[in-house]
């Protein structure tokens, strides 16, 4: 089954209705007489494109939430892991899951850990996924483990797509500020040099300050280039040996913004660790995998010794409060819920309102960081415009004298 292949069907089933899908088999044969099993009569079997290509495409965001969700359920329902893969591969028409789907069937069928198997196939969401599945195996509840963690890959994607809709207008409106000065300089200004050498006179302060910085910026455009292109690969090669995120996360966790970063990594953090106490895993195995799930490098380096100093015998919420920049609502809500035998759903709800109140306050930043960039963009923009406006008319005055 490992060397098996996708193929993208069209068939009719026995209701008559025309259903479209992608199957595995090792060859088209195998194809053919597997859809005749499942009751579908084949009008059309071709190789599907990923598959033709040999090309491996990451499962989405949204397809893995509904892939585990469905998972959970199918496993709720009394589906044995194997037949639920197999019914979700064969009935999914994306090449990219009936592939993830495969993958993991030959790896559990081959005798793969679990976890492993799942991590390997979901490498977006790897180690959150991996964690879960783990914690699930020791609780033995795995479907609730599924479905947990399709809910914390929504709720994350969810939060994602806030931060871009939040943050895309004010970028589109400094780049295109940027965009407009740059033209300005580039075009706009070369053709005003000669006039100004003309008149014999120095042209006023504004529009000479413009000229300066335009003939600097045309003359030396290969230079400025080079330095950018460079830029450019220095972040590419920082991103790909891993400088560059650790860099970010220092920024982020050290930096002016280090409340609302660590509420959202922290508040992540609970959430996952909430889910797997809540599924019934033991706390050791919980802190080992939920720490492993923050994707954060400082963050996770800040939460390792928290396993240590909790199979020490210190209580959770003590050992969470002295975390640098652990929010201490969290840990406040921790201890009342080793007071009260609910730990789980504590640090989860804790969790949640911390990413909430995150939201809030980039909510709030960005409706005022907007309409900020636009006046001050604008105002700037609106300065150059009249000053060049006025140096050329004091150029004009200049020559007709």
Not at 113 to 124: G, K
Not at 222 to 246: E, P
């Amino acid at each position: 089954m490992g060397d098996g292949k996708s193929y993208q069907y069209v068939a009719v089933d026995s209701a008559g209705r025309r259903v479209r899908g992608v199957t595995a088999a090792a060859d088209e044969a195998g194809a053919f007489e597997m859809l005749r099993r499942e009751g579908l009569s084949p009008l059309s079997l071709q190789l599907a494109r990923d598959a033709r290509v040999g090309a491996k495409r990451a499962v989405s965001d949204q397809d893995t939430v509904m892939l585990l969700s469905n998972l959970g359920s199918l496993l709720r329902a009394g589906a044995d892991m194997r037949t639920a893969l197999t019914v979700l591969g064969s009935r999914s028409s994306k090449p990219e899951v009936v592939s993830a789907c495969r993958g993991l069937l030959t790896e559990i069928s081959g005798g793969g850990a679990l976890d492993v198997a799942f991590s390997r196939h979901f490498e977006r969401h790897h180690a959150l996924v991996g964690a879960m599945v783990a914690a699930g195996e020791v609780s033995g509840d795995l479907a609730g483990a599924l479905s947990r963690a399709a809910d914390v890959l929504d709720a994350r994607a969810k939060l994602r797509g806030k931060l871009v809709a939040i943050l895309t207008y004010p970028a589109f409106v400094l780049v295109s500020t940027v965009a407009a000065i740059l033209a300005l300089l580039l075009f706009v200004l070369p053709t005003l040099a000669p006039l100004a050498s003309a008149s014999g006179s120095s042209p006023p302060l504004v529009l000479g300050v413009l000229l300066w910085a335009s003939d600097q910026l045309t003359s030396r455009l290969m230079m400025v280039t080079i330095f950018c292109a460079a830029v450019v690969v220095m972040i590419g090669v920082s991103h790909l040996t891993g400088s560059l995120r650790r860099t970010v996360d220092r920024f982020l966790l050290r930096g002016p913004v280090k409340r609302t970063a660590g509420a959202l990594v922290y508040g992540g953090f609970a959430i996952a660790l909430g889910g797997m106490l809540s599924a019934g895993a033991p706390m050791s195995e919980a802190l080992r995998l939920a720490t492993r799930s923050v994707g954060s490098l400082v963050g996770r380096s800040r939460l390792e010794p928290v396993l240590h100093a909790v199979r020490q015998g210190q209580s959770l919420s003590a050992t969470l409060e002295a975390v640098p920049g652990f929010p201490v609502s969290i840990s406040h809500l921790v201890a009342v819920g080793e007071a009260t035998g609910g730990v789980g759903q504590m640090l989860t709800r804790a969790g949640q309102m911390e990413e909430e109140a995150a939201m809030h306050r980039i909510e709030a930043i960005g409706q005022i960081l907007a309409p900020a960039l636009i006046v001050a963009l604008g105002g700037l923009v609106g300065l150059l415009m009249a000053g060049l406006l006025s140096g050329v008319s004091q150029l004009g005055e200049a020559a007709l004298q």
